[in-house]
Each structure stands twice: as structure tokens, then as C-alpha cells.
């Protein structure tokens, strides 16, 4: 089993670093890099005891820095919320639908060309599978999101398109051998992927970015758990040449009612 473990870590690492390495070798691009601050609000609950229906709210609330500065604070970058309806078909398995997201999201400020920064509002319809495996204490988590986009909606022409998102997650506890047992101290570590399509990504680069995560968390309630860590994000613009680096600090907060039903999550 633990060689088993072993194996997936060393081919995510190997694909992961042969990805960056076509992307961002030296010469090829222009790295631009920018100081951020994310954080995600997280609530959820069945709709009633014994149900296999849950609802779902996250809230998104993003700070950046000025290009080649260290205040994350100085900025804003995105405030989003979005309502989820889900299923849980199987004890490790939830299929949620996301009728419809606001984000009001600012541009990326990593370079002075990015100035004066833009504002835009989306709507955003989203699909979501969340697959789990377990291994002894480690938990891992497949998730797939599949978005289709409205952004500017206050613009004369709306844009419209799709985009994929594939992320891999592992929860380790520390304390515990259970991941849901409350005062329980853990690691959290994933790698996402994005791929866009359709509309304006038609004939350009679609795969727009690339997250990856690790923190620290802390369930200090049966139904409540904190998380801080640091995120670093690639994210190439559309002349492929370019290219962000975001990276800092990640906040989570989740008030998890599930986790008083000790579903898996």
C-alpha cells in the first residue's frame, strides 16, 4: 500500500514538473510575479437528517499586491459567492450543481502595463464530482468542476465560454487516524489544473492555469475546521509567452455539518 502511495506522489511530481518545465523554461518566457492573499468561506449542511440532499455556499475574498511589492492587502482581486445543490450518491462520492455564481473579479496586477486594472462581473453555472479514496489515514480526493462562463455582464457583449477543472487533493491527519474526529491537526496538500474552451479561447492557449497548495489545518469543533497555507499559481496569459506567477497565503474556513453525520468529505 505505502508503495503504492509512493508511486501516485512520484508520477503527479513527474507530470507536474514536466508540464512547468515545457511551459516556463528559461528564454521561452517572461515570468511576471505578484504577492497575493486568498481566502474561501465555506458552508454546508444536509437539508435534513438522514437525507442524501445537501446544500453548499462558499465565499471567495482576494487581495493582491502592486507589481513587485510585498503587500498582499493593497488590492482587490475577487469577491465571489456561489450556492451549490449536491447528491450523495455513495458513501464517497457527491455530485453538486451550482445553478448560478456571482464573482466581481479585479485584473492581475504583475506588470505596470496591467495598470489602469479592469473590473468585471461574471455568472458562472458549475457541475462538480467529488470522488474519495482512502489509504490508512491518508484521504485523497478527486474533483472535477465543468463551468460555463458569462463574463461581463455589464459590458454591451457578453463573453461566453467553458472551462474544465481537475483537482487532486490529499488530507493527512496527524493526531488522529480520522480525518472527521474533532481537535483533530492535519495537512492538506492538492494540484489543480484549468483548461478553457469555446468563445474567446477559440485558437488560443487553454490551459490558463495551474494551483498548487499546501497548509496546515485544525478542526477545532466536530462540524468546524481552520486551514492557512500558501498557494502558488501559474497562470499564462493568452500570448502563451507571458506568463503569472502568483503566490502567498491561503485562509479556510469551513463550518462542515456533514462531518456531524461523520460522512465523508
Known sequence: MRQNIKLLFLTLLHVLCNQLNAQFEEGESEINENQVLYTKWNFSDFFYEGSKWNWDMDVVYRRQSDPGEQNIYENPLRVSFRPWVGYQFAKLTRVSISPLGLANTVSRLTVEDDFPANTEREL??????????????????????????????????????????????SRIPLNHDYFYVNKTLYINIYSEVHVEFGGDFAGTNHLTQSRNYAGLGYRFWDWARVELGYLHQYVPRSNYYMVDVLRGPMFYLYIDLFSRLNSYR
Not at 463573453?159 to 477543472?165: D, M, P, W
Open 124 to 169: 458562472r453555472s458549475t457541475l462538480q464530482i467529488n470522488n474519495n479514496a482512502y489509504y490508512g489515514r491518508f484521504n485523497f480526493t478527486h474533483r472535477i468542476r465543468m463551468e460555463s462562463r458569462w463574463r461581463g455582464i455589464d459590458n454591451p457583449e457578453i463573453h461566453q465560454n467553458f472551462r474544465v477543472r481537475y483537482r487532486i487533493r
